[in-house]
């Protein structure tokens, strides 16, 4: 054998490294047909068009990183790197990566409609509102056919069917669903009911979920006056709308318990722990209060303590009384004597001015006389009645008053337990006892 000649192996070897050597990583496009998926997680399919096809393989560490399920007959574009596999001597393209065709353009297209926006402030947190706690009207934008209203319509029967909803129907593909989208914002922003606006969509691809990437949908939303959720797509889907709305939900179902939290059993309990918390500040403050009201009462007076207190204001006034009798007179007779001395000086008819002033200064006495017996009866009266109230003459009536073993006297029985010791006084001597029972009134 020549030493020029090459065995298979060797021609496929060199044929592998040169093009290992000369021809980089680089992006094609193509439609994927024969796919298999092996148990080992490897994937193994043609990439074709039109005229020609290559067959192509993605191992499992790259596939795994995939946020999406290639299936048969899908146009991809493919990061790969070229090479032929030796052992067959077949040309193959190992796949490092792998996106929907277009996407990569459209991609493109988002990250800059995304900067711009930022830059606009449209997704600044100062301007996002807050949700209602408690709702009971809300609009959904969305189309009228789609399986995401009726997830939505579903969850909240479930978890708060007093939340009214009012659908505003749209496209959420195509070329005119932005401009329905935005309109049917606006529209929803009209309505003085409503408290709150859901959008949602299912889930797609990014070409599907572009119709809420558009400029005017991003307005709309940030102008609303509503507060809006964001319900677009599945968990891993992300659209300008997420961005810009008040609160992005990871799927339509997820807006609906956002904007139905708390439910109807949560706020059963909240409204339960209420009352619970009333009922024992009520109690709390019950407490208080009886305790105020046993200590008013340990400052009341007894009866003999008021009589007492009584009696020496009425002797105060009474001694009041007489000084300024006393005084009243002595103001008199000095002005009846000043008035004698000036008629003595001018002595035109003195005899005749000091029997008048005899016969006045007669009267003053008298008068004086009576105003002293009528205060006393009064005083005398006063005194007497006092002397029914004193609770010793109450006593040697046949009346009795219970006291504790602390000398405190018991006004209700409810004061007293079964087992106290007691002293009941009557009008000569005590009778000491313990107590039975009690009853109340």
Do not use: C
């Not at 959904?140 to 129907?169: F, G, K, M, N």
């Not at 619970?276 to 009462?297: F, K, P, V």
């Not at 006393?376 to 073993?405: D, M, W």
Request: hydrophobic content about 40%; proline content about 3%; cysteine-free.
């Amino acid at each position: 054998m020549s030493s020029n000649t090459l065995s298979i192996s060797e021609l496929n070897q060199r044929i592998a490294t040169l093009l290992e050597r000369n021809v980089p990583l680089l992006w094609v496009r193509g439609e994927i047909s024969n796919l298999k998926q092996y148990p080992s997680g490897h994937w193994y399919f043609s990439l074709k068009d039109e005229n020609a096809q290559a067959r192509a393989v993605m191992f499992r560490q790259k596939a795994a990183l995939l946020k999406w399920q290639p299936r048969e007959g899908d146009a991809v574009q493919a990061y790969v790197s070229v090479g032929l596999y030796a052992a067959r001597g077949d040309f193959q393209l190992t796949v490092e990566s792998m996106r929907p065709a277009g996407l990569g353009t459209l991609y493109e297209r988002f990250i800059k409609l995304k900067e711009d926006l930022a830059q606009q402030g449209l997704f600044d947190s100062k301007h996002k509102k807050v949700l209602p706690t408690f709702v009971r009207k809300i609009g959904i934008v969305t189309s009228a056919q789609a399986a995401a209203l009726r997830d939505v319509a579903h969850t909240l029967a479930r978890r708060a069917p007093h939340i009214q909803l009012h659908i505003y129907p749209t496209l959420v593909q195509g070329e005119l669903a932005a401009g329905q989208i935005a309109r049917a914002i606006a529209l929803a922003n009209q309505s003085p009911d409503l408290e709150a606006l859901l959008i949602i969509r299912g889930g797609g691809s990014l070409e599907d979920l572009w119709a809420f990437n558009e400029p005017e949908v991003a307005h709309a939303i940030f102008n609303s006056r509503l507060p809006i959720i964001s319900g677009v797509g599945h968990e891993t889907d992300t659209t300008i709308a997420d961005f810009v709305a008040d609160v992005r939900a990871a799927t339509p179902t997820a807006a609906a318990e956002l904007i139905s939290s708390p439910t109807h059993d949560d706020w059963h309990e909240i409204l339960s722990n209420q009352l619970r918390t009333l009922q024992r500040n009520m109690a709390h403050t019950l407490a208080q209060a009886e305790q105020s009201l046993d200590r008013a009462t340990a400052q009341l007076l007894t009866p003999a303590q008021r009589l007492y207190q009584q009696s020496t204001h009425l002797q105060h006034l009474t001694q009041r009384l007489q000084n300024s009798m006393a005084t009243q007179f002595e103001n008199h007779k000095r002005r009846h004597e000043y008035a004698a001395q000036g008629f003595q000086r001018t002595r035109p008819t003195l005899s005749l001015q000091t029997q008048t002033l005899r016969h006045q200064q007669g009267q003053l006495r008298q008068a004086h006389q009576r105003l002293l017996q009528t205060y006393a009866h009064s005083i005398g009266n006063a005194a007497q009645h006092l002397n029914q109230l004193n609770p010793e003459n109450v006593l040697n009536r046949g009346f009795a008053y219970v006291q504790t073993q602390n000398g405190d006297i018991v006004y209700n029985a409810s004061a007293l337990r079964a087992g106290d010791g007691i002293a009941i006084r009557l009008a000569r001597g005590r009778v000491i006892g313990t107590v039975n029972h009690t009853e109340t009134e």
